[in-house]
């Protein structure tokens, strides 16, 4: 097998190999440079919520695979954070991300869904990321921090060059990180002029009145993580969703016929396809035994929530999509104190995005033979999914 091509191009079948020949191996991470990947459910789910393995790049040799090169205006954030700063950083945005305060966003999501299925017609033929699974969550994620419609526009571009960079333009990721440092300190200067009821703005007030909770490094950071990982999760976990089911049509069959198992689905197709392969790059603060294998002090540990979440140990017949399965621990958002912060938010948009999706279009099935997946180590998501829908279904 040529392991580090399938790693891209055919994961789950990569992933499969290495969960029962070398559940522990080493590889050349996302950049080239060496890591240990682990790939069963045990080993990741322990590994996950080990304090002996660091998210804090000092932690690591120079040799080591490191994730993104950013500058400190976006590096000072939750993703390179070991406690007591990760857990100063993420009690100040957690309560903006309770199950209270998500319930509360539903009927805007709703609202928001509505409008862009509106805007798509009675029938048609459309690319469904670009059309619905991708402005959704921008447009929550946005309003939520208070960024103006017109400062929106380039994110999907920026984000699709930070995690898959396009190998024959290796200045474009260079170039898209300054865009971002002048957009994020630009958007700060205005809400510090101009405040509002939006939680960019209180991050900006517990700056500006307190700075030993929050230092404006942190404060950049904070913003270009939470727009980021609010909207790139959530665009790939609806759009990988609505592939799976019309991928499987017995499953959407299901779902018209019984909407209350929506919540259930959501979980198995986070599951099944979940927005990402990798968790965020971990190094050993001293020599870790993982399964078989002693990883070095300052080596890169990378952790496939993806292999994991289809380990047959944990989840029997890991490649069939059962919403009545107990996916009680799968890992597609994370576990232990870097549980991703804003999975409530991300479940609500997905299971919104979904009902109001199948309550409109009575046909709705695949218009082109094969996926068009991201090239990426990391990340799970499509780059358009071409979609054939009408009001009525066909006869």
């Known amino acids: 097998m040529d392991l580090q091509g399938n790693l891209i191009k055919n994961p789950h079948a990569a992933y499969q190999y290495l969960r029962d020949a070398a559940p522990v191996q080493r590889i050349a991470g996302p950049t080239g440079e060496p890591a240990w990947l682990i790939t069963r459910y045990d080993d990741v789910r322990s590994a996950l919520a080990d304090p002996r393995l660091s998210l804090d790049k000092t932690n690591a040799t120079e040799d080591s695979y490191r994730g993104l090169s950013l500058p400190p205006a976006l590096d000072a954030n939750l ?25 509360a966003l539903r009927a805007p999501i709703r609202r928001t869904a509505d409008a862009l299925l509106d805007a798509l017609g009675t029938q048609g033929e459309t690319d469904l990321i670009a059309a619905y699974a991708a402005p959704l969550p921008i447009t929550v994620i946005c309003d939520l921090l208070g960024i103006p419609e017109d400062h929106r526009k380039d994110f999907r571009a920026w984000t699709n060059e930070l995690i898959a960079p396009d190998p024959s333009r290796p200045q474009a990721a260079k170039q898209t990180i300054g865009a971002m440092v002048a957009f994020f300190t630009e958007l700060i200067a205005h809400k510090r002029q101009h405040p509002a009821d939006d939680l960019l703005s209180d991050l900006i007030t517990v700056r500006d009145t307190d700075g030993d909770r929050l230092s404006e490094d942190e404060l950049t950071s904070l913003a270009f993580l939470i727009l980021g990982a ?34 259930e689905a959501v979980e198995e197709l986070a599951r099944y396809e979940g927005p990402a392969l990798l968790a965020i790059r971990r190094f050993p603060t001293q020599d870790v035994t993982i399964g078989d294998e002693t990883i070095p002090a300052g080596g890169t540990v990378l952790l496939s929530l993806a292999a994991a979440n289809r380990d047959p140990h944990r989840f029997p017949h890991p490649d069939q999509i059962d919403f009545d399965r107990d996916t009680t621990g799968h890992l597609a958002l994370g576990h ?11 479940r609500a948009e997905t299971e919104i995005a979904l ?37 009525k279904p066909t006869t």
């Open 79 to 103: 993703l390179n954070m070991d406690p007591p700063d990760h857990t100063r950083i993420r009690e100040l945005v957690s309560r903006a991300f309770t199950p209270r305060r998500v319930e």
């Open 230 to 263: 609010g909207y790139e999760n959530t665009v790939q976990l609806i759009g990988n969703a609505v592939h799976a089911l019309l991928s499987h049509p017995e499953h959407l069959v299901r779902l018209r016929k019984d909407p209350s198992k929506l919540p």
């Open 355 to 391: 009902a109001a999706l199948l309550e409109r279009f009575g046909t709705l099935i695949l218009a082109e033979p094969a996926p068009r997946w991201r090239a990426s180590q990391r990340a799970r998501g499509l780059l358009g999914l071409l979609v054939e829908y009408g009001v």
């Open 336 to 346: 232990g104190i870097h549980y991703c912060l804003g999975a409530p938010l991300a």
